[in-house]
Antibody, heavy 120, light 110 residues
Framework: QLQLQESGPGLVKPSETLSLTCTVSGGSMSSSSYYWGWIRQPPGKGLEWIGSIYYSGSTYYNPSLKSRVTISVDTSKNQFSLKLSSVTAADTAVYYC????????????WGQGTLVSVSS | QSALTQPASVSGSPGQSITISCTGTSSDVGNYNLVSWYQQHPGKAPKVMIYEVSKRPSGLSNRFSGSKSGNTASLTISGLQAEDEADYYCCSYAGSSTWVFGGGTKLTVL
C-alpha cells in the first residue's frame, strides 16, 4: 500500500523560506504513470494546488505562486520537496503531498498533511 | 487561474438526493473532461469520489455520480447517509499540466 508522509518545520518566520519533504513508501516514484504534487489548505478554507513534479524533474507550478515555489525530486530517496520563499501569514496552511495518476487524471494517494504556521 | 466556484453549503435529509455545482471557465472545466471530486472529513486528507467527470474509482458507492454541461460540473449524491456529511471539492485540469480546485462545499445531513 502506497503511503506518503510530509515532514518539516511547523513554524516559519515571515519573509523566510518554508521547506517540506514528502517521503513515499510502498512504491517507486520512478513510474511514468504518475506525477507528484503539493496542495495546501489554509485553516477553514479550500484546497489550492501548488505544483507538481515528474520523476524526471519536470515541474509545473500554480501561476499565482510560481515566483516563490520550487519543487524538486530525489528518486534515490523516494522523496520530493517543496520550497516556498518569502512567506507571509497568508501561507499558513495544512500542506499535503499527493500522487497524481496521469492516466486517470486525479490525485489518488495523499499524505496526512502537515500544518505550517507563519509567525514571528 | 481562479478557483472554481462552488456553493458554500448544501443540505439534505437522509435518503434524499443533493447536487453540488462547480463552475469554471472555457479554459478549465469547459475545455476538458477532466473534473474530479473529493470528499474531505474534518482533519482528514481528501479522498477522490469521481474522476473524469463521471467515473467512480473501484469500490466506491454508486450513490455518487457526476456530470458536466458547458463550464459547469456537478456532483450528485443520492440516498443521503449520515456519513456523507463532509466538505466536497471539485478539481479541474486547466491545461499545461496545471490544476485548479473549487472553493469547497459543506454538506450537512439534517
Amino acid at each position: 500500500q502506497l503511503q506518503l508522509q510530509e515532514s518539516g518545520p511547523g513554524l516559519v518566520k515571515p519573509s523566510e523560506t518554508l521547506s517540506l519533504t514528502c517521503t513515499v513508501s510502498g512504491g517507486s516514484m520512478s513510474s511514468s504513470s504518475y506525477y507528484w504534487g503539493w496542495i495546501r489548505q489554509p485553516p477553514g478554507k479550500g484546497l489550492e494546488w501548488i505544483g507538481s513534479i515528474y520523476y524526471s524533474g519536470s515541474t509545473y507550478y500554480n501561476p499565482s505562486l510560481k515566483s516563490r515555489v520550487t519543487i524538486s525530486v530525489d528518486t534515490s530517496k523516494n522523496q520530493f520537496s517543496l520550497k516556498l520563499s518569502s512567506v507571509t501569514a497568508a501561507d499558513t496552511a495544512v500542506y499535503y503531498c499527493a500522487r497524481l495518476d496521469w492516466l486517470l487524471y486525479y490525485f489518488d494517494y495523499w499524505g496526512q498533511g502537515t500544518l505550517v504556521s507563519v509567525s514571528s | 487561474q481562479s478557483a472554481l466556484t462552488q456553493p458554500a453549503s448544501v443540505s439534505g435529509s437522509p435518503g434524499q438526493s443533493i447536487t453540488i455545482s462547480c463552475t469554471g471557465t472555457s479554459s478549465d472545466v469547459g475545455n476538458y473532461n477532466l473534473v474530479s471530486w473529493y470528499q474531505q472529513h474534518p482533519g482528514k486528507a481528501p479522498k477522490v469520489m469521481i474522476y473524469e467527470v463521471s467515473k467512480r474509482p473501484s469500490g466506491l458507492s454508486n450513490r455518487f455520480s457526476g456530470s458536466k454541461s458547458g463550464n459547469t460540473a456537478s456532483l450528485t449524491i443520492s440516498g443521503l447517509q449520515a456519513e456523507d456529511e463532509a466538505d466536497y471539492y471539485c478539481c479541474s485540469y486547466a491545461g499545461s499540466s496545471t490544476w485548479v480546485f473549487g472553493g469547497g462545499t459543506k454538506l450537512t445531513v439534517l
